[in-house]
C-alpha cells in the first residue's frame, strides 16, 4: 500500500486490525456519504443557518477523524467553530478550501479502492 498525504493511510488500516475487507466497506460508505453531507454544508452557509452548519461540519469531522484526515479535519473544525459563533463571514470561502482538500482525499480513496481490485 502506498504511502497518502491526505490521511494516514497506516493509522486508519491500523483501526481494523487486519480486517481489510471492512476497511475498504468504510472508504466506500464514506464516499458514498460525502456528497449529502458536503451538500448541507454548503446549504446551511447559503440560508446562514449556524446551528445547522456547526452541526454537519462536526458530523463531517468525525467521519475526517477516522481516517486521520487532519488537513480536511481542520477546515471542517473551523467551519464547525463559524457555526458555533454565528460567524457566517468567510464561510463560503472556507467550504472552497474545504472541497480543494476532499478533492484530493477523494481521488486518494478511489485510488486504493481502484487498487484494491
Known amino acids: 500500500m502506498r504511502s497518502f498525504q491526505t490521511f494516514n493511510q497506516d493509522q486508519f488500516f491500523a483501526n481494523f486490525h487486519n480486517m ?9 460508505d464514506f464516499l458514498i456519504s ?20 456547526e452541526i454537519s461540519a462536526h458530523s463531517l469531522k468525525g467521519s475526517l477523524s ?5 488537513s480536511s479535519m481542520i477546515i471542517a473544525w473551523k467551519l464547525e ?18 472541497n480543494l482538500e476532499l478533492q484530493k482525499f477523494e481521488l486518494e480513496l478511489r485510488s ?4 484494491r481490485n
Do not use: W
Not at 20 to 28: C, G, R, S, T
Not at 66 to 70: I, K, L, M, T, V
Not at 81 to 95: F, K, P, V, W
Not at 112 to 115: A, F, P, Q, T
Open 34 to 53: 460525502l456528497p449529502q453531507i458536503i451538500t448541507e454544508i454548503s446549504s446551511a452557509i447559503n440560508s446562514k443557518n449556524a446551528l445547522a452548519l
Open 66 to 70: 477516522n481516517f486521520y484526515a487532519e
Open 81 to 98: 467553530q463559524m457555526g458555533h459563533c454565528n460567524d457566517m463571514n468567510a464561510a463560503d470561502l472556507i467550504l472552497n478550501d474545504l
Open 112 to 115: 486504493l479502492l481502484n487498487d
Open 20 to 28: 481489510e475487507d471492512l476497511a475498504f466497506e468504510a472508504i466506500n
